[in-house]
């Protein structure tokens, strides 16, 4: 009789700990306001005109979204007009913030990793996960190796199976 030869699972069997910044993204519509829409002329933005649209606006419609504020154009907007939005918004939205999609995508992620325990990863074999079904922003990986390099005896992006290199402790 033959001895079988045994699969063995290296990766089950290499200690390595899989980072998945997918699962710190925050689930809810992701919604754009553009003040260029309420600019007189495209170019200023009227205080009265402003106030009206404030005042008219359905602002329930923001009810659970993550909504960025902005103005597109090249135009003279007071700081004030951003804090108003912030207002209307404030009851309704999960997160107002000040810039493009992409950057309250930044800013979502930044506030999430904020609330790890780094230390949990000492001494360990980390790989940051490269595929995800939602689109995870460049600056939230960097944050993480940023925020797990010191911590890591080795740090590796991609997959358990097939990962790249990127940190390795040096030996003492």
């Known amino acids: 009789m ?20 997918e699962e710190y993204y925050q689930p809810g519509p992701r919604v754009l ?5 309420q600019l007189f002329q495209g170019l200023i933005l009227k205080e009265k005109d402003f106030r009206d649209y404030i005042k008219a606006h359905d602002w329930k419609q923001y009810e659970g979204a993550y909504v960025a504020v ?37 800013a979502l992620y930044q506030e999430r990793l904020a609330q790890i325990d780094w ?39 991609g997959e358990p199976c097939s990962t790249v290199p990127l940190y390795k402790r040096p030996k003492n």
């Open 2 to 21: 033959e001895a079988q030869e045994q699969i063995v699972n290296r990766v089950a069997n290499s200690g390595l700990i899989t980072f998945d910044l």
């Open 33 to 37: 306001i553009d003040i260029k829409d």
């Open 70 to 106: 902005t103005c597109s154009v090249d135009a003279i907007v007071p700081t004030w007009a951003y804090m108003l939005l912030a207002v209307a918004l404030e009851p309704y939205a999960k997160r107002v913030f000040f810039g493009s999609t992409e950057a309250l995508e930044v």
């Open 119 to 157: 230390q949990v990863f000492k001494d360990a074999k980390v790989v940051i996960k490269g595929c995800s079904k939602v689109a995870v922003p460049i600056a939230a990986y960097v944050e993480a190796t940023n925020k797990l390099r010191p911590f890591t005896a080795s740090l590796m992006f």
